[in-house]
């Protein structure tokens, strides 16, 4: 390895309110030599490039670069209807934080694949940034990747020089494990003990690599937090979208060379094309193309790959609260001859909603409207798909560790626990979010730290010094809860899951 030099002298970063001087450090490994930073006593690259892709077509990797690469910023977001700046096609990059960059340190590895569905997102956000969980003996690496149609648009019926299309986003998170896989060691990581962790859209991502033949054996413990990815879209389906998103372009199925030069915000305007099934703008995610995705990931049950590794599942106890304001006009003003249709509108879940409202009326007798939506949807929506996944674990004789975030958040309390809440949690990025920084909100952190981090070390969230986490088994669904008194409860939304088990369940977009 190549000696580690200084560089950067006098610059200096801002820190939870101190000042620490950046120093310089350089890592040799395999794809060649990166500088990146010191602050704080954590090593951090970023913007390290791990493959380089045309327009709709599978990306490859890149030759070892000869010259030293300045790994200090990140590289840019998949262009997307979304906040991040900038933005690019060109958008393969990775980011790394480690406190021991020495190729014998032999770390666990984390690694975050971010949310925002299969169309927007970003590990650029602040609340992705990995120093603190880096601080805690692991070395974390976040991915960009490809999103919407530039990852998912289905053309391999329409063009057969583009196989692979449908899937472009998996196959560059596959990509970006097999650049781990070849350097993490450099970095103070173990190719042997790799986590994947994902929120959302995140562990979608994660469920669906675990169907997929071509990422086994590139990671061994899957963490999904709010995301799971039941069964993926058929390639009818798929097909009969990208026909319509092609017919809002005026593009012609049988000529697409039109679409491989159309400027980006081209492409990006017409993901507002209606989508053909459901009411909403057209939805792209993986693909059952027996290509890449050979099978779906949980049913009818659970992927032989995906029985191969640990996995630790859970979500927030309040999702959809995220996604409509308690206070807004649209619930305050939301009447009981209402809110079954507006239920109805969101359950993946073909169910008398009539007489699931009088049920959730009859537990809950104070609830407004407005709070019988969140729950229903919250239980039926968000929390169901991962009873689907652990179960399915479960039966296949693979139980997953579970937890329930409850928590509510201190800064915007009407929202309650809600949908991605607990990312700066497991991070430790509480400044600047809803997460609040006060004693409780630290010790809710702490606890997620350091049960993310024993899962990824031993593929168990269990540690000397920590309470006993069990598996869940279908005997007693135990399940970890996360609030201000962390503990174990044994099938906490079981009346729910009971009320809601008879209709199948729909994964949404398929």
Not at 155 to 164: C, E, I, M, Q, Y
Not at 205 to 212: E, H
Not at 273 to 301: A, I, K, Q
């Amino acid at each position: 390895m190549l000696p580690r030099r200084t560089f950067l002298a006098g610059s200096a970063a801002l820190i939870c309110g101190r000042t620490y001087a950046i120093e310089g450090v350089d890592v040799a490994c395999p794809a060649g030599r990166f500088m990146g930073e010191r602050v704080a006593g954590i090593a951090r690259f970023r913007g390290i490039r791990y493959g380089r892709a045309e327009r709709f077509r599978r990306a490859a990797a890149i030759p070892p670069s000869r010259d030293p690469i300045r790994a200090t910023s990140f590289g840019p977001a998949c262009p997307q209807r979304g906040k991040y700046r900038p933005q690019s096609e060109d958008c393969l990059f990775l980011n790394i934080w480690t406190p021991a960059s020495d190729a014998r340190a032999g770390l666990p590895v984390m690694v975050y694949v971010h949310g925002g569905a299969y169309a927007n997102g970003s590990v650029t956000d602040p609340e992705n940034d990995g120093a603190s969980l880096a601080e805690k003996g692991v070395v974390l690496v976040t991915v960009n990747h490809r999103l919407n149609a530039l990852g998912y648009l289905y053309l391999a019926p329409f063009d057969p020089r583009l196989p692979d299309s449908g899937n472009n986003g998996q196959l560059d998170l596959i990509l970006a494990l097999i650049w781990v896989r070849a350097n993490i060691a450099a970095f103070g990581g173990d190719p042997a003990r790799v986590t994947l962790f994902g929120q959302s859209g995140g562990g979608a991502k994660i469920a669906t690599l675990a169907a997929m033949p071509a990422a086994r054996g590139l990671f061994h413990r899957a963490a999904t937090m709010s995301g799971q990815q039941v069964e993926v879209t058929g390639a009818e389906r798929s097909a009969e979208r990208t026909r319509a998103y092609l017919a809002a372009l005026k593009i012609a199925p049988h000529e697409l060379s039109p679409l491989l030069t159309l400027p980006v915000e081209r492409l990006i305007e017409a993901l507002a094309t209606r989508d053909p099934f459901e009411d909403s703008p057209v939805y792209m995610g993986p693909v059952l193309d027996r290509r890449n995705v050979t099978r779906d990931p949980f049913r009818p049950d659970a992927a032989p790959a995906a029985r191969a590794i640990a996995w630790m599942l859970g979500g927030t106890r309040d999702e959809t609260r995220a996604y409509f304001d308690p206070d807004g006009a649209e619930m305050r003003t939301l009447g009981w001859d209402a809110v079954g249709a507006k239920i109805a509108a969101e359950l993946p879940v073909k169910a008398p909603v009539e007489a699931i409202v009088a049920e959730y009326r009859r537990r809950f007798p104070g609830y407004s409207p407005a709070d019988i939506f969140f729950a229903v949807t919250s239980d039926g929506r968000s929390w169901r798909p991962m009873l689907e996944e652990a179960e399915a674990l479960a039966r296949a004789g693979r139980p997953a560790f579970v937890y329930q975030f409850d928590f509510p958040s201190p800064v915007e309390p009407a929202r309650g626990a809600f949908h991605a809440l607990d990312i700066p949690f497991v991070f430790g990025t509480l400044a600047d979010s809803p997460a609040g920084t006060g004693a409780e909100s630290r010790a809710v952190s702490a606890a997620m730290q350091e049960r993310f981090v024993a899962f990824a070390r031993t593929g168990t969230p269990n540690a000397p010094g920590l309470s006993p986490w069990p598996v869940y088994r279908l005997r007693d669904r135990a399940t970890m809860i996360f609030d201000r008194r962390t503990r174990v409860v044994r099938d906490p939304r079981g009346w729910q899951r009971r009320l809601f088990a008879p209709y199948p369940y729909t994964q949404p977009g398929t």
